[in-house]
Nanobody, 123 residues
Framework: VQLQASGGGLVQAGGSLRLSCAAS????????LGWFRQAPGKERELVAA????????YYADSVKGRFTISRDNAKNTLSLQMNSLEPEDTAVYYC?????????????????WGQGTQVTVSS
């Protein structure tokens, strides 16, 4: 699987961005999917994850109520709608494909990673 992430950029606090991740070479419709982020000097953390059926996604506490993860199995894509952005959301965001069909939070459970897209939120 090859993953291509896009949609990052510079936005003011309170603004919105939508990240997209397109998969190629094979379908990801049977896999759990996730969005991670890594800020400078910090470890990569899971932001949101969604199972193959799409129901009841997982969100990190820091983004609950502001971010929405979704998938389109027909288009082989994953998205992350980010609203009410805060400077603390500044990071490189990575999409990832899990080895499993259900939601998983461990980095080692994800087999394929996109190249990352920078999100910068100014105060």
């Amino acid at each position: 699987v090859q993953l291509q992430a896009s949609g990052g950029g510079l936005v003011q606090a309170g603004g919105s961005l939508r990240l997209s991740c397109a998969a190629s070479k094979r379908t990801i419709s049977n896999n759990g999917l996730g969005w991670f982020r890594q800020a400078p000097g910090k470890e990569r953390e899971l932001v949101a994850a969604i199972g193959w059926r799409g129901g009841s996604p997982y969100y990190a506490d820091s983004v609950k109520g502001r971010f929405t993860i979704s998938r389109d199995n027909a288009k082989n894509t994953l998205s992350l709608q980010m609203n009410s952005l805060e400077p603390e959301d500044t990071a490189v965001y990575y999409c990832a494909v899990s080895r499993f069909s259900t939601i998983t939070s461990r980095r080692e459970d994800y087999a394929y990673w996109g190249q990352g897209t920078q999100v910068t939120v100014s105060s």
